[in-house]
């Protein structure tokens, strides 16, 4: 890898003191430091850390109306010998490029995001807080900055990296509600990218399901509202007669990392598993005939989170309660002994 020049300028004192680590939300708390890097004339800068501070703009920047506005999330950990490591970034470093191409934005070479990235991580390495559970949450978001009214891809853009400290993103089992009459991503679309109109569209339908009592949606394909595809920002998967199910990824859905580092460790482990579509006539026929043993959703923020209700036509079903033995629970355990211990055994640790 090549080496890139980056500029540091360190904050006068730093806000650590203030933050409680005891008592942390989710993306509220930031750390002393982002990394900005600017793409124009055709090229990427090699970038500099400044100061967590506002970014200026003027209200004719083109992704406030044009929608060029793409982001990744993942996660630097604390072992318990007291190293910092960081989860597969080069996975979210090309998942993101994935993304610009399908936004017409230019790829950042992985030199650039990935030293950035570490150098930033090396600066704030005090914010990565050590408690099972917790961890350094990594946004990078990647948007146009010209300043132009007219539709057309901007001739300039922003890469911003910026971190915080951070607990799970839901603290209790979820309750889930089918959607059958909005879309979240149609077959041509942009799904399986993280571009931030995909969540922007979400948020209605899901705040409709929040006034019901559920904590998220369980989308369905746009066509028939038949099949189930992702479950608010997380892929979701089932155990139905002890098989682990989880719907394919591609073009109406994301390319989870967590959801492919379970699917791994599943099939390490013997686990049997399965991708494929899964209708939801079929998790409520197995529900009904008590064959479906759990369900959960898979993400970055969410972690593994355990689903125990499902809403579907007016009636909520419920679902068997998680023991230490569902498969959920084995295979966080797994994913904590990775981020919290000394095992690697898939290499998907950065040390920094």
């Known amino acids: 890898m090549l080496k890139a020049s980056i500029d540091i300028k360190k904050i006068a004192a730093s806000r650590l003191h203030g933050v409680d680590f005891s008592n942390l939300s989710f993306g509220k708390v930031y750390s002393d430091h982002m990394f900005i890097a600017e793409y124009k004339n055709h090229k990427w800068n090699s ?7 506002k970014i200026q703009f003027t209200p004719a920047l083109s992704a406030l109306h044009y929608g060029q506005a793409i982001f990744e999330g ?20 090309r998942r993101l490029n994935k993304s610009a191409v399908r936004m017409a934005m ?24 050590s408690a099972t559970g917790t961890s350094l949450y990594i946004r990078p978001v990647m948007f146009g900055t010209e300043e132009h009214v007219g539709l057309k891809p901007s001739d300039t853009y922003v890469l911003a990296i910026i971190t915080g400290p951070v607990s799970k993103l839901y603290s209790v089992p979820l309750k889930v509600l ?5 879309t979240r991503a149609g077959q041509g679309g942009v799904g399986y990218a993280k571009a931030a109109g995909n969540y922007g569209r979400s948020l209605f339908p899901a705040k409709l399901a929040q006034e019901k009592g559920y904590h998220q949606l369980l989308w369905t394909d746009a066509q ?19 098989v682990l199910v989880t719907p394919p990824a591609g073009i109406t859905i994301l390319e989870g990392i967590t959801r492919d580092s379970i699917l791994t460790i599943a099939k390490d482990m013997g686990i049997k598993s399965e991708v494929r579509k899964i209708a939801i006539d079929e998790v409520i026929d197995a529900l009904s005939e008590n064959r479906l043993q759990e369900a959960f959703g898979a993400g970055t923020a969410a972690t593994v989170a355990p689903i125990v209700t499902i809403g ?3 009636k909520d079903y419920a679902l068997p309660a998680s023991t230490e033995n569902s ?11 990775i981020w919290y211990g000394e095992e690697d055994k898939f290499g998907w640790m950065w040390k920094v």
């Not at 970038?47 to 501070?53: F, L, R, S």
């Not at 089918?178 to 909005?182: D, G, Q």
């Not at 028939?224 to 139905?240: C, K, L, P, T």
């Not at 498969?327 to 002994?337: A, G, P, R, V, Y």
């Open 47 to 53: 970038g500099q850390i400044v100061p967590y501070d």
């Open 74 to 93: 993942f996660k630097a950990y604390r072992n318990n010998k007291g190293d910092v490591r960081i989860f597969r970034p080069s996975d979210n470093h």
């Open 106 to 129: 230019p790829e950042i070479p992985e030199e650039i995001f990935l030293q950035g990235l570490t150098r930033l991580i090396d600066l704030d390495r005090d914010w990565v807080p």
């Open 178 to 182: 089918v959607e059958t009459e909005y």
């Open 224 to 242: 028939y509202h038949r099949y189930i595809e992702e479950s608010g920002s997380m892929n979701v998967a089932f155990v139905i007669d002890n």
């Open 312 to 314: 579907y036509n007016e």
């Open 327 to 337: 498969i959920s629970n084995i295979i966080s355990k797994e994913l904590d002994k």
